[in-house]
C-alpha cells in the first residue's frame, strides 16, 4: 500500500471538477507558480456563469456523527487509525502521482490528513481556520512574485494582523505532530488549507477539495500585504487584484466572514447570510447607534465599503439571493487562494 503525496482523491468519489477524467493540465513553467493565471489554474473563470449548482456539494457535520460528502470518505475516516499506523512502512511516497488524482484503490493521503483535522477542529474554532487559511495565502504579490501559501504563517504569528491565530496553529500543529509521526509529506501550507476547507465543511458548507504538495518556506513573507480592514472599495479590488484576484473573488472570499464573531448570522454556520446582512447595512441604522451600539459592531469597515460599491454589490445581490451559487464559487475561489504561490514538491 503506497500514500500519494500529492494527489487530492480518487475519481471515484468526488462528483465535482477533480472527477471528470480530464488529461492531466500542463504545467507553470514558472519555478514559482502562482496558479492564480488562467494558464496555470484549472478552475473556470469565476464571471462565468455558474453551470449547475448541482455540482457543489454541501456536507453536514453534527460534530458527532460526521459522515463526509460520500461514503469512502467515512470509511477511510473510520479506518485512518488503522492507515495511519500502516504508514509507518508506507514512507515511500509516490512521488510520480498527478496531483488531482490518486490511482484507483490507493490509499488517500488526503482522507488521512483530514480524519486527523477532524480531531483537533471544532465548529467553534472554524472560523480560526479559515482565517489561518487566508493570512498564509494571502500575502501573495504578483508584482514581486513574493508571499502565498507556504506555510510562512507559522513564522509570522506575532504580527499585529495575526494576532489571536496562534490558537489556531497550537490546534493544527496537534495534527501535524500525529501526521509527522508516520510520514513526513504534510507540509503546514497543506494541512492549513485542508483545516480551512474542513471548517467550511465542518459548519455546513460546501466540501472543497484541496490539493496536496505544497513546500513550506523557510523565511517570513514579506510585511504589509494582506489588505487592512480600513480599505475602501478601490484598493481592497487593487490589493486583490494584486494577488490576481478579480472583484468577484474578493467578494465571494469575503463571504468568509459569514463565520466568526462579526454578526453575520451564526457564527458557526457557514452560508449566504453575510450578503444578506450586508444589503440590511445594520452599521448604518437609526438611533440608537454609538460607538457600542450592535449595530455599528457588526462586520468591518472592509465589509461595510463592499455594499457601496456598484460592482461588488452586483455579487452581493446575486450571493444573497441564490446560496448554492455562493457555494460554488466560494469553492472555486478558495481552491485558488490556496494554490496561490504555492511551490510544489514535484514541481
Ligand atoms: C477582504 C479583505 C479582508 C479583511 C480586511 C479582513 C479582515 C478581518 C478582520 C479585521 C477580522 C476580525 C479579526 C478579529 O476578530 O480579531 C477578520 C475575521 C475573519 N476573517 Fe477576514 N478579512 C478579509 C478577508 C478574508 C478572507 C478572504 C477570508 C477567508 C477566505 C477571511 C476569513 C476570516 C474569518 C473566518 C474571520 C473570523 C475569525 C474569527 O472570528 O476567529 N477574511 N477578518
Redesign the pocket.
Known sequence: MTLSSTAAFTGRFLPCDATRAEPRRPRCPRVRCCRALPECFDGERLETPSSSSGSSSSSSWDGSSYRGPYGRRAFLASTAPLLLSLGASSRSLNSNASPEYAPEGETDLTSIVRAELRKVLSKAKA??A??L??HDA?TFDMNDNTGGMNGSIILELDRPEN??LNRSVKALGKAKSELDKVQDSVSWADLIAAAGSEAVALCGGPFIPVQFGRVDASSPDPEGKL???T?GAAD?KKSFSEKGFTTQE?VV??G??T????GFGSPVIFDNAYYKVLLERPWAAAPPTGPSSMSTMIG?Q?DHALVEDTECLRWINIYAADQERFFDDFKKA?IK?VNTGASWRDA
Open positions: 472560523a480560526g479559515l482565517r487559511a487566508f494571502g494576532a489571536g489588505p487592512e480592514e480599505l481592497l474578493l472570499l469575503s468568509a466572514h463565520l466568526g464573531g462579526k468591518i472592509s478558495y487562494l
